[in-house]
């Protein structure tokens, strides 16, 4: 006796039941955003390190192992040590910069200029204002890192200096014919300062040393005379 097999067949909801789900194909970013990515994962690594052990003890390969990116991807973006110490600087001062834009949003511009001295203190007593100030103190011993330095921390200054002087025109006063000698005496003042706390570990004395400090650039800069400048010429 045959028994015959009859094949069923299968009904619409099952056959769409069978189809294959289709797998999202994941969008690949460009090039240029994922270089932009490992160099801010190795700036921030590099901060962190240069902060904890300062810049003799700082390798690239901790800086690597800090960021977690190889060290092949690391020497693509920053083929040598001094070129990601550098590159350190660089974003710093854009992330200040950014830091001074953003006062200026919640103070007047004559509050802005007796803040100064707290403001300054706030940016470089961070952990980005110690790394900076490694890379500064360990150029004294290379020379290729000093020249670099040197170039890049002029340009930084002067584009400092021209934006003080945006604020203190803001707030109705002139700049004094030795301002750029007072601005860097200033920031001076400030990174010594912040270097002192390190060591001593004492914010206190330095916040006195501050408030001195606060009352040489009032003198320097007599706020209570300034003339405000009309409405909607201030910035």
Partial sequence: MTTKHTAQKASPRAAAKAKPVPTA????????????????????????CLHRVGYSATTVTMVADEARVSRGAMSHQYPAKTDLMLAVVEAVFEADAQ???????????????????????????????????EIMLASRSDNELADKLSVMQQNID????EWIVERLVAAGLNDRPNGEAVHRLFVAAIRGLSMEALFRRDRADSKKSLAVLGELIGLLYPI????????????
Avoid: F
Wanted: no cysteine; glycine share 2%; proline share 8%.
């Fill in 25 to 48: 194909v994941p969008v690949r970013r460009p090039q240029a955003q994922r270089s932009a990515d490992t160099q801010a994962k190795l700036i921030a690594a590099a901060i962190t």
């Fill in 224 to 235: 209570a005379e300034a003339k405000p400048l009309k409405k909607g010429k201030q910035r």
């Fill in 99 to 133: 830091y001074y834009r953003q006062t200026v949003d919640v103070r007047t511009p004559k509050q802005w200029v007796i803040d100064l001295p707290e403001m300054v203190w706030e940016a470089i007593s961070r952990p980005s204002g110690t790394a900076v100030m």
């Fill in 158 to 161: 002067a584009r400092s200096h």
